[in-house]
């Protein structure tokens, strides 16, 4: 079996215990290992077992504490569970296509102006401001303190308009910067599009 005992285990009874385990389930954690934050339909696609039987095997790994499980409305997220809950949270968010757009565009070039995130991704306004929402909400970005606000002009002939914005950044720039380039920002972006089209409504 080729699963990084290291990278969860830190001894040989847990790796006894592994070993103890069915194939499937192995399978399962090496999958969850490779792919953390990956969703309940991509791991049954992966792994090719019917519902029934992936749903019993991935409960026994979370009862006995092999996997850490995130739930949220209409999502729930599988990672090996050394993974502390700020590494899930951008992790979770990198596997998205939206929110991998917009934490990759504050990673390179905050702090930005939200309107200047909807013209770099060329998302609608609504979908923009329900990621940066979700995205306040669990922690992954900040606004700046007003003094670092800056004035927004917009040119309208001979007149030019100026207003206060609001600046987006990391909140934490170090953690993103270890994660951004390892993920697979597109292996469940189908869902996630309907998933913002819905909760969007």
Known sequence: ???????????????????????????LLVCIDENPGIRYRELMRMIKFPNGVLSYHIDKLEKMDLVNVER???I????????????????????SQTSYEI???????????QQEIIKYTRKAASTISWQMKKLLDENIIC???NDSNYDENKEFGSNILSKKVKLY???????????????NKYIDSVVNNYSEIIDSL
């Open 1 to 27: 079996m080729s699963y990084k005992f290291d990278s969860i285990y830190n001894n040989s009874s847990s790796e006894d215990l592994l070993n103890s385990l069915p194939k499937l389930q192995q399978e």
């Open 72 to 74: 949220k409305s209409r």
């Open 76 to 95: 729930t997220r599988f990672f090996p569970r050394n993974i502390s809950n700020d590494i899930m949270g951008i992790l979770g968010n990198l596997r």
């Open 103 to 113: 934490i990759k565009l504050l990673y390179e070039k905050g702090p930005i102006s």
């Open 143 to 145: 606004i700046k303190n």
């Open 169 to 183: 950044d990391l909140l934490n720039r170090t953690l993103v910067n270890d994660l951004i380039y390892k993920t």
